[in-house]
């Protein structure tokens, strides 16, 4: 389970960090899936090694323009590169609006069909062959989900003692079972391969998050996750100063719940532009990694856009980005 | 009088170049003006000597997403950062209904007002104290126009030898006559400014066209006008080879009119994205220089992302980055 940063600023774009879009995939680039996707996410793509052409579905964790007016250009490029394939898009229903309306009014057409889903559906579920994935409501400005990302279709292992308990001989049904399938032999008997494999691991479990004041709405979600990837705008003291109508967290804050809720990994994104990485006036990005270190002993990490993670079967969390400190 | 290439690249951005945008300013960057607004374009500016909240208009070509998926954004930015100041977007009526319907849909607000103004209109015209601008008509799969920028007010300079002659001593008279101000003096007498000055140079001229597959719809508006920046999407085999269907122009197209036209200076622009800079496979761009220099006898430029440049008042046109051959 890998994912990649596109964008890591809260509203506007930075020199170094573009607005909201984050890439995961199950294993490799192809098929991969987009939450959110900020103005510019097109042209971050040309930089990564994922392709619109491989991308199965975007998921919308709410309206607000940093994290979807780049949807137009990154869908008609799509259609340009002679796309034909399905997209789902999962989205509120403002942000299909939006989509559609644009679309209209700039004379453009699309080569492929786009599902439209509704992410704020009472109901709301999804899932592939790689991903189920499920949300959970945020507290923001307007309507915002975090996405629930757990692998489907985990490896099995047959257990040969007793399949050599039942007098099964290996063969082609062996491999059945070992696919998931039930098998019927040739004597009528049905082997049910729940029976005959197990599942050797846990399944991996993301969050990934949208804008969000309140991260302990997402305490239940968290229970048996293995990362969370939450915005932590401000430190507490700006987050303060600039009061609470902005409804974003602090990096203390989404700390304090991570440790509380016993996290083992989480990654801070979406962070205000007053902060910066280079030497120079502005406030340094490393006080929210400082602010947050104070309250939270798990592994932490400050997302950088293109910096590629990999959730490891171990479920460790590894920055694959080689000079990530 | 100078403008700056903020996006080259037709249709789709490439690593290289971007979609379509081009700043221009009287003289230094405030007030600036905008012409297109492809996606992205804030992200240009990041690196570029203009902001936000000195742009005093925005020209839009016509509705293509390549020319306007940049504006929301830019708009929603100059709103973050605290613009009060109105801005004109002239634009048609589809580009008015795209931003106004995304501004909606995305629960975004601007802190300034914008005027919208038809771009479309039969007697459009629009002026400030340093331009004039019209438009023309071309031809592209939906309408489109290319903006004509006259420079306004020139400096004038005093006639001192008619000013001697009719007796008016050196004094604040003189001041006012030279900022183009009657003036009446205290025996009575009324000076106009226009007996006593001269305006001792042309006013420049510059044309930005939109996608357009007939630049000769231009020839009325070129007599007069010092540079042309025109788009040329292909090399004239590849046009043929696309057919007529995109209604573009290629390299010969643009060259063999500017040739007829007379016109002293061409700035070609956006390029299809199969055309690179770089060592490899794809088609170089000098074939389209190479291609427009067989049939234009001026001074040929071919944009490139952020390169600068300035019309003098001597109408020559200079390519302020250095590295530009």
Known sequence: MEFTFLGTSAGTPTRARNVTALALAPSG????????????????????????????????????????FGLPGLLTSASMLGRT??????APVQTHRFVTSTLENSDSSLSYPVNF?????????????????????????????AYVFTEQ???RQLRQDRLTEDGIEPGPSWGELQKGR?????????????????IPRVARRLIVAGDNDDPT???????????????????????????????HSSAEQVARFAQQAQLPNLVLTH????????????????????EALR???????????????????????????????
Chains 1, 2 share one sequence.
């Open 29 to 68: 680039p192809r098929p991969w899936y987009l939450v959110d996707c900020g103005e510019g996410t097109q042209h971050q793509l040309l930089r990564a090694h994922y392709s619109v052409m491989q991308l199965r579905a975007i998921f919308i964790t709410h309206i607000h323009g940093d994290h979807t």
């Open 85 to 90: 394939e399905p997209l789902d898009l999962i």
């Open 117 to 145: 889903i509704d992410s704020e559906a009472a109901d709301f579920r999804w899932q592939d062959e790689h991903f189920a994935v499920t949300n959970v409501a945020l507290s923001h400005r307007v309507p915002c989900r």
């Open 153 to 155: 279709n985990l490896e």
């Open 182 to 198: 039930d098998v019927t032999l040739a004597d009528g008997r049905l082997l049910r391969s729940d029976d005959y494999t197990e």
């Open 217 to 247: 709405l997402l305490a239940e979600a968290s229970a048996g996750s293995h990362a969370l990837i939450h915005e932590a705008t401000y430190t507490q003291d700006v987050s303060e100063r600039v009061g609470p109508w902005p409804q």
């Open 271 to 290: 962070f205000s532009s007053r902060y910066q990485s280079g030497p120079g006036g502005a406030p340094h990005i490393n006080q929210l990694a400082a």
């Open 295 to 325: 309250h939270y002993r798990g592994e932490l990490f400050l997302a950088r856009d293109f910096d590629s993670y990999r959730l490891e079967k171990d479920l460790t969390l590894r920055c694959l980005t080689t000079d990530n400190p």
